[in-house]
């Protein structure tokens, strides 16, 4: 761990940092902020309709997230999200570089900037839409030239991406471009082929989500279509520019939709769009011919278009430069970006008649308080933002520009292999800043920009300075904790046991446990150990722990195997040492219990049952499901505190981390990476599923200790250590080295 904290210092500044403006925002305004759109998703939890404004894909997070608690709930869900997102750049930079700085200059963005952190207090869509993209990327870069499985993949999540936000579609270029130009398979007639399957993957892995989206929506509207934002979506940009007297004078309908103020003096794009297009009763008059209003819409952008092409293109580019800008401010006639600063107090936002009413309708509903928020945080907050705490422009622009110099092979770039890799999430946030721009230009549409512009910068820069990394070309972290297995002390036990039993002593369902002073109740244990499973024979290994009493002497008149550690290193260290020599002295199935009769042996048919069937790798009991005894109200909590962190970490329901009665296959055993000296159980769990082993919970009994007391510490020491090894763990199996989400954890009730 030292060594871990030492070669990742900068990231765990950054991730101090976020993490703490997070809870301060989250402090700061109660239950969370909402802005107009906020309530056309509250207002769509229900009937879901896929007409509406706003597409259905953070309707439906919205609707899961709320099914397990209020607003503050969802906010707090979206700032850990918005911190993952930052570790998950981070680590994706690290696969192709050594260079820690040039990962944090990957996530500060996300973590540091105060629109970000308001976006992600606001009930909105936008953060859901950066972990797609991001989902997105780890599909495409994760691991060396991609697949069509992968591609696929990545094509399912710009498909998820588009209906959160449809300025998500225009990702679909980049990705075909990316799986066009990695690994240089355009280069050959084989190549070719590998281009045409993943590249055929991914568009078919977009439309897998929204031909079925679609087809609802026809359900629903008699149309094909994906959002109710049709033909308003580049009617306010073309009314800001139009030339009357361009379009033809005898169609009564393209001049009623032309305004009548002369182009210099003419509302913004926000106003045509949502205030003269989005009102119900315009026009007043109503539509001259059998025309829709939203077909005159479509046919009066496209004059438009046709008859004033360099003042349409030029009015784009003009407010896509405008992300750019060293400062944040009002541009006129835009949107005004106070909408997306941090206020004193809490900020209500014109929804029509009696705002405040339904303002407080909807807080108190799903949370049981009125908005309200902390003045002294949100002047905390408002100061941070306006005085600086944002991504300054420039530096996004220079993102881009390394980004860029890469794909084009500028420098070492040419022959790093991270040309296609820096051109994907450069011409994603490009791209998607160029489509916004094409609607409107918003600060708020610059946020996807956080997560795409400064990763294209950051694998430019590696690209160009020439990456360090190991021979899988992959960055790795240095390691802490236990030396890989056989250190000295396993070397010197293996032999020991060798030399007193022989090479393959043991049966093929090895019982493994730990031990160090337990005299007193391991022979309790042994004794009352099955000596079959059905069929197989069982046989025990003790692992004594650098005993100082008489664990050795005890176990061996049980008549069990014993392996003696020299000195105690920690039940992880014995456990693994038990894993290996079980595994290469004969074993195919590990089952671990404890040393000081806390588990119902006699449960051990229903244990190793899915394992001998082959219908788990791992299977683990848990006294959740089953029952259990406790003597500390900590520990009780502590149980599920960490079964709902490691739940929320792998996306699967887990209920109970640390139950020690477990089985196991015996070659996965052996391959988990296990460096914790103590507080490994979660370290072993979570190991297991990231290599996708099938785990499987089943209910078993806990009792009190039959003798002694626990070697565990102090709860809170104890639980403060446990979260971090469950912590790093994660970060190591899943984030750096890319684990596979395990099967999903089954339960037999």
């Given at each position: 761990m030292?060594?871990?904290?030492?070669r990742?210092?900068?990231?765990l500044?950054?991730l101090t940092g976020g993490?703490?403006l997070r809870?301060l925002?989250?402090?700061?305004y109660?239950?969370a902020?909402?802005?107009?759109?906020?309530?056309r998703?509250?207002?769509?939890?229900?009937?879901?309709r896929?007409t509406?404004?706003n597409p259905?894909?953070y309707?439906v997070?919205?609707?899961?997230?709320?099914?397990f608690g209020?607003?503050?709930f969802?906010?707090?869900v979206?700032?850990l999200v918005?911190?993952l997102?930052?570790?998950?750049?981070?680590?994706?930079?690290?696969?192709y570089?050594?260079?820690?700085?040039?990962?944090?200059l990957a996530?500060a963005?996300?973590?540091?900037?105060?629109?970000?952190?308001?976006i992600?207090?606001?009930?909105m869509?936008e953060?859901?839409f950066?972990a797609l993209?991001?989902?997105a990327?780890w599909a495409?870069?994760?691991?060396?030239?991609?697949?069509g499985g992968?591609?696929?993949?990545?094509?399912v999540l710009i498909g998820?991406?588009?209906i959160?936000?449809?300025i998500g579609?225009?990702l679909?270029?980049?990705m075909?471009?990316?799986?066009?130009?990695?690994?240089?398979a355009?280069?050959?007639?084989a190549?070719?082929?590998r281009?045409a399957v993943r590249?055929t993957?991914g568009l078919?892995g977009?439309?897998?989500?929204l031909?079925?989206?679609?087809?609802?929506?026809?359900?629903?509207?008699?149309?094909?279509?994906?959002?109710g934002?049709?033909g308003n979506?580049?009617y306010?940009r073309?009314?800001?520019?139009?030339d009357?007297?361009e379009?033809?004078?005898?169609?009564a309908?393209?001049?009623?939709?032309c305004?009548?103020?002369?182009?210099?003096e003419?509302p913004?794009i926000?106003?045509?769009?949502?205030f003269?297009y989005g009102d119900p009763?315009?026009?007043p008059?109503g539509l001259p011919?059998?025309?829709?209003?939203?077909e005159?819409a479509?046919?009066?952008?496209?004059?438009?278009?046709r008859?004033q092409?360099?003042d349409?293109?030029?009015s784009i580019a003009?407010?896509f430069?405008?992300?750019?800008?060293?400062?944040?401010?009002?541009?006129?006639?835009?949107v005004p970006?106070?909408r997306?600063h941090?206020q004193?107090?809490?900020p209500?936002?014109?929804i029509?008649p009696d705002?405040?009413?339904?303002?407080?309708?909807v807080?108190y509903?799903?949370?049981?308080?009125?908005p309200?928020?902390?003045?002294?945080l949100a002047?905390?907050?408002?100061g941070y933002?306006l005085?600086?705490?944002y991504?300054?422009?420039?530096l996004?622009?220079?993102?881009?520009m390394l980004?860029l110099?890469?794909s084009?092979?500028?420098g070492?770039?040419?022959?790093?292999?991270?040309?296609?890799?820096a051109?994907?999430?450069t011409?994603?946030?490009?791209?998607?800043l160029l489509?916004?721009?094409?609607?409107?230009?918003?600060?708020r549409y610059q946020l996807?920009?956080l997560?795409?512009?400064?990763?294209?910068?950051?694998?430019g820069l590696?690209?160009?300075?020439?990456t360090r990394?190991g021979?899988?070309?992959?960055?790795t972290e240095r390691?802490?904790?236990?030396d890989?297995y056989p250190?000295?002390?396993d070397?010197e036990?293996?032999?020991?046991?060798?030399?007193r039993?022989?090479?393959?002593p043991?049966?093929p369902?090895?019982?493994v446990?730990?031990?160090y002073n337990?005299?007193?109740?391991?022979g309790?244990v042994?004794?009352g150990?099955?000596?079959?499973?059905?069929?197989?024979?069982v046989?025990?290994l003790v692992v004594?722990?650098g005993a100082?009493?008489d664990t050795?002497?005890?176990?061996h008149e049980a008549?069990?195997y014993?392996?003696v550690?020299s000195?105690?290193?920690?039940?992880?260290?014995a456990?693994r040492?038990?894993?290996?020599?079980a595994?290469?002295?004969?074993?195919?199935?590990?089952?671990t219990t404890?040393a000081d009769?806390?588990?119902?042996n006699n449960e051990?048919?229903?244990l190793?049952?899915p394992l001998?069937d082959d219908?788990?790798?791992?299977?683990?009991?848990?006294?959740r499901?089953?029952?259990y005894?406790h003597?500390?109200a900590?520990r009780?909590?502590g149980v599920?505190?960490?079964?709902w962190i490691?739940?929320?970490?792998?996306l699967?329901?887990?209920t109970?981390?640390?139950?020690?009665f477990?089985a196991?296959k015996?070659?996965?055993?052996m391959?988990?990476?296990l460096r914790?000296p103590q507080y490994?159980s979660?370290e072993?769990?979570?190991?297991?599923?990231?290599?996708g082993?099938r785990?499987?919970?089943?209910?078993m009994?806990?009792r009190?200790?039959n003798?002694?007391?626990?070697?565990?510490?102090?709860?809170?020491?104890?639980g403060?250590?446990?979260?971090?090894v469950?912590f790093?763990t994660w970060?190591r199996e899943?984030?750096?080295?890319?684990?596979k989400?395990?099967?999903?954890?089954?339960?037999?009730?």
């Amino acid at each position: 761990m030292p060594g871990f904290l030492r070669r990742h210092w900068l990231l765990l500044l950054l991730l101090t940092g976020g993490v703490t403006l997070r809870v301060l925002v989250w402090l700061a305004y109660e239950p969370a902020l909402l802005y107009i759109d906020s309530f056309r998703y509250l207002g769509n939890l229900e009937a879901l309709r896929p007409t509406d404004l706003n597409p259905l894909g953070y309707t439906v997070v919205l609707k899961l997230l709320l099914s397990f608690g209020g607003l503050a709930f969802v906010q707090a869900v979206q700032h850990l999200v918005g911190v993952l997102l930052a570790v998950s750049l981070y680590a994706l930079v690290l696969r192709y570089t050594s260079r820690t700085w040039i990962g944090a200059l990957a996530c500060a963005p996300v973590l540091l900037d105060a629109y970000q952190l308001q976006i992600e207090a606001l009930i909105m869509s936008e953060l859901w839409f950066q972990a797609l993209l991001v989902g997105a990327l780890w599909a495409l870069l994760g691991k060396g030239e991609p697949t069509g499985g992968r591609a696929a993949v990545a094509g399912v999540l710009i498909g998820c991406a588009v209906i959160t936000r449809t300025i998500g579609f225009t990702l679909v270029v980049p990705m075909v471009g990316y799986l066009v130009l990695a690994g240089g398979a355009w280069r050959s007639r084989a190549g070719w082929r590998r281009i045409a399957v993943r590249g055929t993957a991914g568009l078919l892995g977009v439309a897998v989500v929204l031909l079925p989206y679609s087809a609802y929506f026809r359900s629903q509207a008699g149309y094909w279509g994906l959002t109710g934002a049709t033909g308003n979506v580049l009617y306010g940009r073309t009314a800001t520019v139009a030339d009357c007297a361009e379009l033809p004078q005898e169609d009564a309908g393209l001049q009623l939709f032309c305004p009548d103020e002369p182009r210099d003096e003419r509302p913004g794009i926000d106003y045509y769009t949502h205030f003269v297009y989005g009102d119900p009763s315009w026009p007043p008059e109503g539509l001259p011919d059998g025309r829709t209003k939203e077909e005159l819409a479509n046919q009066f952008t496209l004059a438009v278009v046709r008859n004033q092409p360099f003042d349409f293109f030029g009015s784009i580019a003009k407010d896509f430069l405008k992300n750019f800008d060293s400062l944040k401010r009002t541009h006129p006639k835009d949107v005004p970006v106070e909408r997306w600063h941090f206020q004193v107090t809490y900020p209500y936002y014109d929804i029509g008649p009696d705002s405040v009413e339904r303002y407080n309708a909807v807080t108190y509903a799903y949370d049981g308080v009125l908005p309200d928020s902390d003045t002294d945080l949100a002047s905390f907050l408002r100061g941070y933002q306006l005085g600086g705490g944002y991504t300054w422009g420039p530096l996004l622009a220079a993102f881009a520009m390394l980004g860029l110099l890469a794909s084009v092979g500028t420098g070492r770039a040419r022959a790093s292999g991270l040309r296609s890799a820096a051109f994907l999430a450069t011409g994603g946030g490009l791209i998607i800043l160029l489509g916004a721009a094409a609607f409107e230009f918003s600060w708020r549409y610059q946020l996807p920009a956080l997560v795409l512009l400064p990763l294209g910068g950051a694998l430019g820069l590696a690209a160009i300075l020439g990456t360090r990394s190991g021979a899988s070309g992959v960055a790795t972290e240095r390691r802490s904790g236990l030396d890989e297995y056989p250190d000295e002390v396993d070397a010197e036990a293996v032999a020991d046991f060798r030399q007193r039993y022989g090479d393959n002593p043991l049966t093929p369902l090895v019982v493994v446990i730990a031990a160090y002073n337990e005299a007193q109740g391991i022979g309790a244990v042994l004794r009352g150990m099955p000596t079959h499973v059905g069929d197989v024979p069982v046989s025990t290994l003790v692992v004594v722990d650098g005993a100082t009493d008489d664990t050795a002497a005890v176990a061996h008149e049980a008549g069990a195997y014993v392996c003696v550690a020299s000195r105690n290193r920690g039940q992880g260290a014995a456990l693994r040492l038990g894993y290996h020599l079980a595994g290469e002295s004969g074993a195919r199935y590990i089952v671990t219990t404890d040393a000081d009769g806390q588990y119902d042996n006699n449960e051990m048919p229903l244990l190793v049952k899915p394992l001998l069937d082959d219908t788990a790798d791992f299977v683990t009991g848990s006294r959740r499901l089953g029952s259990y005894q406790h003597d500390s109200a900590i520990r009780w909590l502590g149980v599920r505190v960490f079964s709902w962190i490691a739940s929320l970490l792998t996306l699967r329901r887990i209920t109970d981390t640390s139950f020690g009665f477990r089985a196991m296959k015996a070659e996965l055993a052996m391959s988990v990476t296990l460096r914790e000296p103590q507080y490994q159980s979660s370290e072993l769990l979570l190991g297991v599923m990231a290599r996708g082993a099938r785990v499987l919970e089943v209910p078993m009994t806990m009792r009190l200790r039959n003798n002694g007391t626990s070697k565990k510490g102090r709860s809170i020491k104890y639980g403060a250590n446990y979260a971090r090894v469950m912590f790093w763990t994660w970060l190591r199996e899943y984030v750096f080295r890319g684990g596979k989400r395990a099967g999903r954890a089954a339960r037999i009730s």
